[in-house]
């Protein structure tokens, strides 16, 4: 079991790695500017943004699940184009659709939640627009990181768009959280709840690094 | 002499309602130009407009050789001339060291450090240098944003309510470091206020503003001693003024 242990260790840090990177590089500018800038369709943006983040994975899953089967809503693209089903690349699809709203939701709301005239000041101190805009989004770092621990938490103990997209094909597509859900309907109750550990060890200590990548900000 | 800045026509609105309407004025190089009035009277407007940080809805602000309006922009370089200290300063959650430093790596100034020591020392704080800004009381925050205004050597100075809720003591300091640096620099200043005393002793020229119009601007002993104006009188006297 520990070889194929550490490889559904690695998957899932894999694919929840891949799924966080990518919803971070788009929903912080996308959560930065929805909590700066005005334009129409602000609001809509926000409400989308908001009902985003209580999405139920499961309904994701099949969405990503009809998107991507061979009969499916983008069934007339290019099949080397799209991820495939029961692939890793599915899984990081959903699960990224997943953590996006929540990273940029969060990330909108510290936005939002910094002294309104600050930008203005920082402006009067000779910053440009683009300077102003990460001044705010630096002094919002630690909501911003909440934004991404946040969206990480909401994927590493995924369990349900993951099985449905990924299938939990052992030894392919299988991750801690499919392997717990696997052990638990085989009655191996010890392995499942030493996975379960292991979720628990993994998650505490992506949250430390986390928060180690953000320095004194704690402290002050 | 030719006027600094040059005003003509000026008028900012918000959502359709106006809140500034200035046919002309004129701000000259070296001068310290005060603005009274009630709150409301668009005051901070102004200094907004003459930082470049907001756009006028009508008319030009001519400032040295250009002209600039709602459709032309001065570029950053001619901005980073001109600095604003607002009532309520708002510091970056870092060190004091840092709060200074923003404007000056912003300019990539090659002596940031000796800058600082040597505005910290002006305002009082050299102490404070690596403290977190957000310990620092009302009037220290306030020194901190007069620092990383003037160290950045603004040719234009924009005061906006700077002592306001301030005890006397930080007033007394404040009034003090700018009286210094307009004599060390010859830094054009216009200070909002609604301390009369505070334009008394600082101002050259005075100007009441109300409802977003300019009702009287002179110069200081005739603004307060013989002013021209009934509601400039009325407003020297403490009464309400509509």
């Known amino acids: ?83 495939k089903l029961f692939t890793p690349s599915a899984m990081v699809l959903a699960q990224t659709i997943i953590s996006l709203p ?30 102003a805009a990460w001044a705010v989004l630096n002094e919002a770092r630690m909501g911003v990181l909440v934004a991404v621990i946040a969206g990480f938490g909401s994927i590493i103990s995924e369990v ?48 430390l690094a986390m928060l180690a990548l953000q320095g004194k900000s704690l402290d002050e | 002499m030719t006027p600094l800045y040059r005003i003509t026509g000026l008028t900012k609105e918000y959502n359709g309602r106006r809140v500034l309407d200035l046919p002309a004025l004129e701000i000259q190089s070296g001068e310290l130009l005060a603005l009274v009035g009630p709150s409301g009277a668009g005051k901070s407007t102004l200094l907004r407009l003459l930082n470049f940080l907001e756009l006028p809805s ?43 430093a923003y404007g000056l790596r912003l300019r990539r100034h090659h002596a940031i450090r000796e800058a600082i020591t040597d505005i910290l020392g002006r305002v ?51 009034e003090d470091i700018i009286q210094r640096h307009r004599a060390e620099t010859n830094a054009t200043v216009v200070l909002v206020t609604h301390n009369t005393f505070q334009a008394r002793r600082l101002a050259d020229r005075v100007g009441l503003m109300l409802n977003g119009s300019l009702v009287e601007l002179t110069g200081r002993d005739e603004f307060f001693e013989s002013p021209r104006d009934a509601r400039t009188r009325a407003f020297i006297a403490g009464e309400m003024i509509y």
């Open chain 1, 160 to 207: 349900g768009a993951v099985m449905m997209v990924g299938g939990n094909i052992a030894g392919h597509t299988r991750l801690l959280t499919t392997a717990i859900v696997l052990e638990t309907s085989k009655g191996n109750f010890d392995l499942a709840l030493a996975l379960g550990g292991v979720l628990l060890g993994l998650s505490f200590l992506a949250n």
């Open chain 2, 58 to 100: 009508r008319g030009d602000i001519s400032f040295k050789d250009s002209t600039y309006n709602s459709g032309k922009q001065p570029p950053l370089d001619v901005r980073r001339t001109i600095t604003t200290v607002f009532q309520r300063p708002a510091l970056l959650k870092r060190s004091v060291f840092d709060n200074i």
């Open chain 2, 124 to 174: 009082g704080l050299n102490d404070l240098a690596p403290h977190p800004a957000r310990t620092l009381s009302g009037g220290e925050a306030q020194r901190v944003a007069l620092a990383r205004a003037l160290c950045l050597q603004p040719e234009v100075l924009l005061l906006d309510e700077p002592t306001a809720n301030l005890d006397p003591y930080n007033i007394n300091l404040i």
């Open chain 1, 102 to 131: 929540l990273v940029a939701g969060f990330t909108a709301a510290a936005v939002l939640g910094v002294d309104p005239s600050l930008r203005l000041q920082v402006r009067a101190l000779g910053a440009s627009e683009s300077q």
């Open chain 1, 1 to 83: 079991m520990s070889g194929e242990l550490a490889e559904i260790i690695a998957l899932s840090l894999r694919v929840t790695g891949l799924a966080l990177l990518i919803s971070s590089l788009i929903g912080i500018p996308l959560g930065a500017i929805a909590g700066l800038k005005r334009f129409i369709g602000r609001r809509l943006l926000m409400a989308l943004l908001y009902t985003g983040m209580g999405f139920p994975p499961v309904v994701i899953g099949l969405f990503v699940y009809l998107l991507l089967s061979r009969n499916g809503w983008l069934s007339f693209m290019p099949a080397d184009v799209l991820p």
